[in-house]
Nanobody, 124 residues
């Protein structure tokens, strides 16, 4: 069973950058698909990015492609989300997820674990 703790959120001006981290506990981290999702006030949770167990496969939502980069360090049980060129539309609660579904999908699948989320606020 994987438990997830996110960090790195905060307040940043438009055009700025943040790097989110998600530390996982549990022996299945290195074999899990890891993802970032976000939920803005009044909206449904949406997919941001996925990365496969080896780190070689990634998949992004169109809205973040070219601006965000997902990566992982299996030795540290950590997945990262580097966010550049942030806009106010990126303001949301960002969640880390671990699951056994495919990378090239916008939905987690199989056994899914969620973190508690970290808030990202981008001011104009």
């Amino acid at each position: 069973q994987v438990q997830l703790v996110e960090s790195g959120g905060g307040l940043v001006q438009a055009g700025g950058s943040l790097r989110l981290s998600c530390v996982a506990s549990g022996r299945t981290f290195s074999s899990s698909t890891m993802g970032w999702f976000r939920q803005a006030p009044g909206k449904e949770r949406e997919f941001v990015a996925h990365i496969g167990w080896s780190g070689r496969s990634t998949y992004y939502a169109d809205s973040v492609k070219g601006r965000f980069t997902i990566s992982r360090d299996n030795a540290k049980n950590t997945v990262y989300l580097q966010m550049n060129s942030l806009t106010p539309e990126d303001t949301a609660l960002y969640y880390c997820a671990a699951h056994t579904g495919p990378v090239a999908s916008q939905r987690p699948a199989g056994v899914v674990r969620w973190g508690q989320g970290t808030q990202v606020t981008v001011s104009p």
